[in-house]
Antibody
Framework: QVQLEQSGPEVKKPGASVRIPCKAP????????RHWVRQAPGKGLEWMVN????????VYGQNFDGRVTVNEDTSTDTAYMELHSLTSDDTAVYFC????????WGEGTTVIVSP | QTVLTQPPSASGTPGQRVTISCSGS????????VNWYQHLPGAAPKLLIY???QRPSGVPARFSGSKSGTSASLAISGLQSEDEATYYC????????????FGGGTKLTVL
């Protein structure tokens, strides 16, 4: 079973950007669809974006078009999601999920946006 | 705005059968398949059911899913204390864009 590794907590100022990695040790991410989902404190899951390497398409959630960048470092087999122009509303746990059905999930990266 | 509607809470006693509903529309759920995810606090969410009624390898058979029209359901039989978690349904927002949406989640309490 593939396991996804995510990084430790991040604290950012409003207006800044945050870049969150997602790695699957011993597994190549390059052929797998990957999603990013977040959960704000006390709220439910919110789907953000999906990149499908099969067709090279990136699909964005309604609230994130223009504010999210997804890419990867093939040399380290790490996928990244970068969220720009942070506000306090972006304080959340950010999950990466692998596979077309969001089959496997990481344990999340906490991002706190505070002045 | 949550376009997939779930009850905020559900409960049951050990051994009972519990169902959790997920209501959508003709464009969401009606024209697409539904997945269900289990999320324990502080843990990675887990895919429980995909394509309406399929269980990934390793998911016990007491978890089952179904879909009818613009609604879907997750059933858990032989309820166990470890099933206490929040359950989310998810589907494509429409059949063309590839966008996904989640339901608001249902917190299941095992009494």
């Amino acid at each position: 079973q593939v396991q996804l590794e995510q990084s430790g907590p991040e604290v950012k100022k409003p207006g800044a950007s945050v870049r969150i990695p997602c790695k699957a040790p011993g597994y190549s991410l390059s052929g797998s669809s990957r999603h990013w989902v977040r959960q704000a404190p006390g709220k439910g899951l919110e789907w953000m974006v999906n990149f499908d390497p099969g067709d090279g398409m990136t699909v964005y959630g309604q609230n994130f078009d223009g504010r999210v960048t997804v890419n990867e470092d093939t040399s380290t087999d790490t996928a990244y999601m970068e969220l720009h122009s942070l506000t306090s509303d972006d304080t959340a746990v950010y999950f990466c999920a692998l596979g077309g059905q969001m089959d496997v999930w990481g344990e999340g990266t906490t991002v706190i946006v505070s002045p | 705005q949550t376009v997939l509607t779930q009850p905020p809470s559900a409960s049951g006693t050990p051994g009972q059968r519990v169902t959790i509903s997920c209501s959508g529309s003709s464009s969401i759920i009606g024209g697409n398949t539904v997945n269900w995810y289990q999320h324990l606090p502080g843990a990675a969410p887990k895919l429980l059911i995909y394509t309406n009624d399929q269980r990934p390898s390793g998911v016990p058979a007491r978890f089952s899913g179904s879909k009818s029209g613009t609604s879907a359901s997750l059933a858990i039989s032989g309820l166990q204390s470890e099933d206490e978690a929040t359950y989310y349904c998810a589907s494509w927002a429409d059949s063309l864009s590839g966008r996904w949406v989640f339901g608001g989640g249902t917190k299941l309490t095992v009494l």
